[in-house]
């Protein structure tokens, strides 16, 4: 079975900066990391490679300095890396992002199992994965946690569906947005990376893409209009009451009736 | 010898601390034993103080009625430092945990003796800082850290707890209130009766607020985690990696069977499970590439010295994945067994191997089971013996022949009984057995200066 992986390098803290006047996310050039949900599906495809050998393969889109993210998954593990990065699929909205990875995963060979993490850090959107599915044409299942049983051609699978657990068999190839949580993600290998030397990581342009036209991808290709990106507001608003045990426990009590709460 | 309270001392306590002193059924149990429960004491009176006032008012009071005084913080403590074994007062600092003054210009932070180590790092970490000193339990008091002279993790290159305090205010048995140290860095003005109470358990002084050093927070940090085939193998690895002119901020050990038990206990896999040893390491700096830089040659090292491989924790979650662990061994290894007792020695850093490997032919010998955990980088070792349902004949006969042969076997090997958690009640014996007639009555010489009565924490110790 061929298992790829999709990946993507984030900011390494919470404190997001954005480009006032594009609404654009400013990516550091230090200090990034491997977006923390993509590891459980990392680690669920290396799994899948301990028990039957599979070859995995992970593939980002970005910078060039996303190259350190796909560097970082082989020395977790995977077998071969791809980076999707060029000028061109720059500003790219969820759309264009899925569809620019499409584009990539077309190029990356045969793929049975594409697994993808629930969400990033940084857009937070959880779409990627499904719309990558949809270009591909290919099934897909979000808030998977478990893979309970696999054969040469489908995979069935638990996956959270609002208050229930489903179990479910998609035929390959199919796309898979693993939960958060559902493991515990290996660590890189210093060993592995010190016998690997430098990465063999294949980089995907927009000159290897089948679909030449360029207002497919990037910002032309980007139908969203961002009126405005800007991190969540922290609201750490406390209010500290002293006194008495039971004076403390009357006005807990009101204000609770008062929201509502009881 | 003592007296027990009466009601007219009742009274003048709430005189003292009005509506802060409890007694009999008010008392919660919890304040009649420690985290490890060995020492059991029930106190008469329990203050919970606010002021050093009212801790030098307290103290006054006992002293003139002949009355003993135990200090508590949390009460996290491991040898029954922090319990009334002769009844009395028990003082409760825990709700001064005030932030008094923080002084960038020299460094400094002064905080009340109540506050929490954990409530402590964080209020530097906010300001760009770091207090250096990391003892596992966090929930403990910086005053109890103070008493036992807590070490923690980052000993290796940070020091002690003795080593960040720059100054103390504290209170003497008859109530009178010193002020020993100061901001300075340098000192060499007479005895150090700062350092004297530092690790006294409560015996000599009660400190009410200490003037922590601190540092500017290193900017990066990253950690590795080192399997290796065997637990000799990676334990005598830590000379040579001390030897290699790079300074980790912290060299652990842990087993696999540890592990097993902290992953139970949290319910959480640990990342690997490569190996029966691990060596865990930190390394950090003001910049990334030095940080960095250290990281290779230690891990360089490990590898020529045979270890399986190098993990690297270089992000806040796989950072929690493995510290994490780390940081429940002690209540995983608790929650394993019915009943446990430590053994918290200190050996030179190059007989640890030979320590570690020494618990496991005292496992066979009593047939019980000793996991152990702990600082390699530092020679500190925390081994466990656990109960497991043995009846209490056995468990008392099994228990002081494996602590006997223990303690032996680290005074053979130029160890020490206790690297952080103190002697307390625990640990007098072998204390007294380690540092022989001479050293102990110089000790008591110094008790009895300080508390010519001997009314503050009575039986501990010496």
Known sequence: MNILVCVKQVPGSSAVKVDDKTGLLIRPKKGNKLNPYDLFALQAALDIKDCDGSPVSVLTMGPPQAMEAISECLWMGCDEGFLITDRVFGGADVLATSYTISQGIRKAGAQDLILCGKQTTDGDTAQVGAEVAEHLGIPHLSNVISIVRRDESSVTVKALQENLIVTETLELPCLLCLDADINTPRLPSYKRMKEMGEAKVKVLTFADFEDQDKSHYGLKGSPTQVQKVFPPEKNDNRVLYKGADDKLAAKLSSILKERKFI | ?462
Not at chain 2, 143 to 159: E, P
Not at chain 2, 257 to 277: C, M, N, Q, V
Not at chain 2, 374 to 397: F, M, P, S
């Open chain 2, 1 to 462: 010898m003592f007296n027990k309270l009466k009601l007219d001392d009742i009274r003048a306590l709430e005189r003292i601390a009005p509506t802060r002193v409890l007694t009999q059924a008010q008392i919660n149990e919890d304040y009649f034993h420690d985290e490890l429960g060995t020492a059991f004491g029930v106190p008469e009176a329990l203050v919970k103080v606010l002021t050093t006032a009212e801790v030098s008012q307290v103290l006054k009071y006992a002293y003139e009625h002949d009355l003993p005084v135990v200090t508590r913080g949390s009460g996290t403590g491991l040898v029954g430092g922090a319990v009334a074994t002769s009844g009395g007062i028990m003082i409760d600092t825990s709700l001064m945990k005030k932030v008094l003054d923080f002084d960038q210009s020299n460094l400094t932070v002064t905080v009340e003796a109540g506050m929490l180590l954990m409530e402590l790092a964080a209020y530097c970490d906010q300001r760009g800082y770091q207090y250096c000193p990391d003892p596992g339990e966090k929930s403990a008091t910086i005053g109890g850290n103070i008493s036992t002279n807590a070490g923690g993790m980052r000993a290796v290159k940070y020091g002690v707890t003795r080593d960040a305090v720059r100054a103390l205010t504290a209170v003497l048995p008859n109530g009178e209130i010193i002020k020993v140290g100061s901001k300075v860095v340098k000192n060499s003005s007479g005895y150090d009766l700062k350092d004297l109470i530092i690790g006294s358990e409560g015996t000599l002084a009660i400190v009410t607020q200490a003037t922590l050093k601190i540092i500017p927070k290193p900017e990066y940090a990253i950690s590795i985690l080192v399997p290796f085939a065997t637990m000799s193998q990676a334990i005598s690895t830590v000379p040579k990696i001390i030897g290699a002119k790079v300074t980790p901020v912290a060299i652990e050990y842990m087993s696999c069977d540890t592990i097993l038990f902290a992953e139970e206990y949290l319910g959480k896999k640990f990342p690997t499970h490569a190996s029966d040893a691990y060596l865990l390491m930190t390394f950090d700096s003001n910049t990334q590439e030095a940080a960095i830089s250290d990281m290779h040659t230690i891990a360089d090292l490990c590898l020529e010295e045979g270890a399986l491989d190098v993990l690297l924790i270089d992000t806040e979650e796989r950072s929690a994945s493995v510290w994490s662990a780390r940081g429940a061994f002690l209540e995983a290894i608790k929650s394993s067994t019915d009943q446990m007792d430590e053994c918290d020695v200190v050996v030179p850093r190059s007989a640890v191997a030979d320590f570690i490997l020494y618990t496991h032919e005292v496992a066979r010998t009593v047939s019980m089971r000793i996991p152990s955990f702990g600082h390699a980088g530092d020679g500190n070792l925390h081994v466990y013996i656990c109960r497991d349902k043995a009846d209490d004949e056995t468990w008392q006969d099994k228990k002081s022949k494996a602590f006997s042969m223990m303690y032996a076997k680290a005074r053979e090997l130029g160890g020490l009984v206790s690297g952080e958690h103190g002697i307390g009640l625990a640990k007098k014996e072998y204390l007294a057995s380690t540092l022989g007639d001479t050293q102990i009555q110089l000790m008591k010489a110094i008790k009895r200066a300080f508390d010519p009565k001997g009314i503050l924490n009575p039986g501990k110790v010496i």
